[in-house]
Structure formats: C-alpha cells, structure tokens
C-alpha cells in the first residue's frame, strides 16, 4: 500500500537503478543512473534518479543496471493470414522470381485463398504464434495490414481478427486496410474496376465498422498504378483516414511523391525511390520505412538510397514487413541487425527506427516510442552493456522484461 507521505508523488510502480535510452531528442537520449516511474499505465517520471521528483511506489523493481529502452514498434506487418508458402519459397530456390510466381497465379493470390478459407478464430490462432515471438522480443505496438482478403467479407474478417490480437494479448494493434494490395482472380484483370470496388464499397465498409486505422495500397507493376492509388487515397481521405504507401519496390513509379502529396504517414519499401522522391518525403515529413528482411529474402541487389534520405532529413523506421511470401520474419532484432548489415544504418538509427520512427509512422508518437511522461509506460528491458548488443546479434535475445502499459 501507499505510505501516508504527502510531498511524494505517487506512482504504482517505480524502476531503478537502469540505464535509458529515452528516445527523446534526435539520438538514443542515454541516461545512466535512470529511473521510470508508472502510474495508471502511462510514465509519470523518466530520467536521472537525482532529478526525479520524491517518489512513493507501490512496487520498485532494481533493474541492476540493465537497459530500458522503449517498448519496440513494428510498424509494417501482414502478420494475419491463412497459410504460408513455403512451397513456393522452395520453387524460388529452383530458380523462379518473386514477381515469376506472382504472375503465374501464385504469391498474393495464393495467401489469399487460405485467407478467405480460414474462419475469423482460425486467422486469430494462426497468427499468434508469430505475435507472441516479436512479442518475446520487446514488441509492445503492432501494425498489422489487411489485403489477403481483397473482397469486403475477408478483408473485415483479417480486419477484425487484427483487433482481437490487440484484445488477447497485452500488445497495443494499429490497423490498416490494404484492399488495394493486389488483384484478385474474379476481378477477371480488370484493376479498375477493382479499385472502384476498393474505393466504393470495401473501404466504406470498414471506415463505418471502425476496423483501420490507415490505408495502405501497393504502388507497383504487380500491384496498382500511381493514378488508381490516388483514387484510393482520395477514398480514404474522404473518411478522415491517413494513407501509407508501399512504394518504389521493385521498380520506380513514383509513389512517394504521391504519398508525400496526401501527407502519408509513411512510405514503406523504397528500394527504387529517387532524390526527388526523397525530397518529396522530406517536404510532408513522411516517415521512410525500410524492410531490410524483404530485401533479403526476395535476394533484391538495389537498396534504398539511405545517404539521400540521411541529407535530406527524412526520419527513417525499421519494421520486419512479416508476411507468408516476401518476408517471413518474427524478429524486429534481426530487422535491425539487417538494417545495419545490409543497409548500412548506425545503431542509433536502428534503435530510433524500431522505437521512436515507427511510433511517428504509425502516427502514434504522442503516446510511445519514447520515454517521456506523459505517455504510456510500453518498457523492454535488456540484459546488455550497450544498446550496440541490440544490433550486433542474430538469432539471440536479451530481453529481459516487457512491459506494456505499467504492467
Ligand atoms: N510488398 C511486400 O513485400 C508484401 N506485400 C507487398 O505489397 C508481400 C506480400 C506477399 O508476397 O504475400
Ligand atoms: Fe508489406
């Protein structure tokens, strides 16, 4: 219980003796001799023990000097879906492309079918397991994208099924409508008139459920054009909605420019973007989000201009993009492991990028990604002697604890 001391502020719960990396500010913001304190959920105190305000906790946790950073923020995922393709993976072994079995009927289209098969439950249990693994590694936000549903009835159902992840687990969900992530067999290869049916009735439906939080549309030749997104932007503008944008790929169609016209949160991919491109991104301050394990797993060779978008300011996020076809991976650590191996990133950029830029990505900075009062108290705490350990490793975990809203 509370003791009766009047000067102290009262907290629930109080962490000592930690070194943090606040994530305030344009770097890790360290502090070494660090204390959190939590009350209803959100940090009330976060900073060095000799500046702390006299606390009285109910609960007081000695970190022994391990590290507290944010609690992560994968901020692109598919992670709900039926099936997975690894029967594909191995055809892309003997030799065919991504894009190869995407035209022949397979890749989207295939996760599609298992998706439209599985009951709302079934999508639910299957994608557990993978939430419980990034979970595992810190994760305490979580984005997860429609789009392997493509008519109104599935589209919802994944819809649905993301929002009772956010209710089964102790996770914070974000979600985004895709409906315009590829085309399905009945549209008969007529994508217009699927993007009207994106645009009239599939996003109507879901903005008047309450199910996204965002629209995201895959501006690519295997996907849609730059003109059928931006009816799909004006649609979701329509309902108050933010965009987002897989752009630029495989190739350049200059969908960043377009996101960057309708103030997306985010640009998402970005292998192929352009300085002008970058330099659009940088105007709208929309977030550039690398996905280093599609880049590895598709074995692409063309990585995004990381030096153009450091010079023109444009903040960069990390997310593990986990999906059954492009990149099946479970782990923000080895993302950011990617990011720095493969795109030449800094640890501070990789620790920003799974924190504080994927918080602004999703358009949630006001309430995570940094440690600050005010906001909710979403920790990990690690076993490392620097936040450098974070990155360097593959295939290891030191998360200590997680803890997700004070708790
Ligand atoms: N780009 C991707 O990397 C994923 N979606 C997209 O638009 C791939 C999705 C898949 O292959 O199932
Ligand atoms: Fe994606």
Redesign the pocket.
Known sequence: MYSHNKTAMQCDRLWKNARLATLTGEGLGIVDDGLVAARDGRIVFAGRAPDAPSLDAAETIDCAGRWITPGLVDCHT?IVHGGNRAHEFELRLAGASYEEIARAGG??VS?MRATRAATEDELVASALPRVDTLMAEGVTTLEIKSGYGLDTATEMKSLRAARRIGEVRPLSVKTTFLGA?ALPPEANGDKDAYIAAVCNEMLPSVARARLADAVDA?CEGI?FTPQQVERVFEAAKAKGLRVKL?AE?LSNLHGSSLAARYGALSAD?LEYVDEQGVAALARAGTVAVLLPG?FYFVRETHKPPVDLLRQHGVKIALAS?S?????PLTSLLLAMNMGATLFRLTVDECVAGVTREAARALGCLDEVGTLEAGKWCDLAIWDIERPAELVYRMGFNPLHARVWRGK
């Open positions: 598919h890749g989207i996760t992530h895959f996907g897989h790929q991919h599609a993009d999906n059954p076809g492009s990149s």
